[in-house]
């Protein structure tokens, strides 16, 4: 069997449509449709149905899809293994998916000092969730994704290698008029009355989670799209917001933040997939512990000496 039949097959599992497949591979839908229909006779069994908006894989073509994904992507990390050990390595592109909060400043800030490092390299930068992430990496989407074990946490994957960069304070957004902007951290009590927004499930839980040890509850009465959208909320006065500490550097004028006493805290991680890692995923790596190591403590101002590269 040629991978660019399965190549095909797995196309329109995702796209759900003959035609979309047959436009996003150059082919014509005619030829896809002969493409899936050779493969169902060599298999012997019906791997496509019809609905109404489309196609979908049949039992049997939904089994044969997980299979057939998880050898691409291992042909895929073949091709890219031996042109890397022929000398081509930075001729390969390199894929970065970050949180969005690390997106925003302390990621691209560790690119910037790996191009230093290595020269020209083509190189990508994808936000995300950390689960979505984690599913990017093990797909082979991603290189290197700097992940936080925020609620529900990280899973354990044989298929991935997961390094501890540092611990992150979170920290409360205000506007800049706030009655608490410019003081020291408060305490959890004195933000009870306030009303909150939250963007994720992940920030939502820590937030209630702290609320609940201090003996109050979090008034989450808004919810934004994005962390954009929450910020945006914080400036013009409708909230305040529970923010990682790495934020507070790459924030909008017109939000400022305070820490709170014994804040909640979120470990933050990278991951790369064991099998033909990027060589650009380790040096990677290095920036960003030793930009996580002189973070400044968004409580006290001084950087962090205990954050580095973990076990």
């Known amino acids: 069997m040629e991978l660019t039949v399965w190549r095909t097959f797995v196309t329109v599992c995702r796209l759900g449509s003959l035609s979309a497949a047959a436009a996003e591979l150059h082919h014509t839908q005619s030829a896809v449709s002969r493409q899936i229909a050779g493969l169902e006779r060599q298999l012997g069994v019906p791997l496509m149905e019809r609905h109404a908006r489309g196609v979908r894989p049949t039992p049997a073509g939904e089994v044969f899809r997980h299979h057939a994904l998880a050898t691409l992507n291992e042909a895929d990390r073949a091709v890219r293994a031996a042109r890397d050990a022929g000398g081509r390595a930075y001729n390969r592109p390199l894929t970065v998916g970050a949180t969005p909060s690390l997106a925003a400043g302390v990621v691209p800030e560790a ?12 190189w990508s930068l994808l936000p995300g969730l950390s689960a979505q992430l984690h599913q990017r ?87 934004a799209a994005d962390l954009l959208g929450k910020l945006a909320l914080v400036a013009t006065g409708h909230a ?17 933040t305070v820490g709170l006493v014994d804040p909640p805290t979120r470990g933050i991680y990278t991951i790369t997939p064991r ?37």
Request: aromatic residues 2%; hydrophobic residues 45%.
């Open 137 to 223: 990496v093990i797909a082979g989407d991603l290189d290197i994704a700097v992940v936080t074990d925020a609620p529900p946490g990280l899973p354990h994957d044989m298929r991935v290698e997961r390094r501890f960069l540092g611990l992150d304070d979170m920290v409360v957004a205000l506007p800049v008029d706030h009655p608490q902007a410019g003081s020291g951290p408060v305490h959890m009590r004195r933000l009870a009355d306030e009303i909150w927004v939250e963007d994720n499930d992940g920030s939502a839980a820590l937030l209630r989670q702290h609320a609940a040890r201090a003996g109050v509850s979090a008034r989450i009465d808004l919810t």
């Open 111 to 122: 690119i910037r000092g790996l191009l230093k490092q290595t020269g020209s390299i083509r």
């Open 240 to 256: 305040i917001a529970l923010i990682p500490g790495v934020l507070t550097r790459a924030l909008r004028t017109d939000v400022t």
């Open 275 to 311: 099998r033909a890692p990027h060589p650009c995923a380790a040096p990677l790596r290095d920036r960003l512990a030793a930009a996580f190591a002189s973070f400044p403590d968004p409580v006290r101002g001084d950087s962090r000496p205990g954050m580095s590269v973990g076990p």
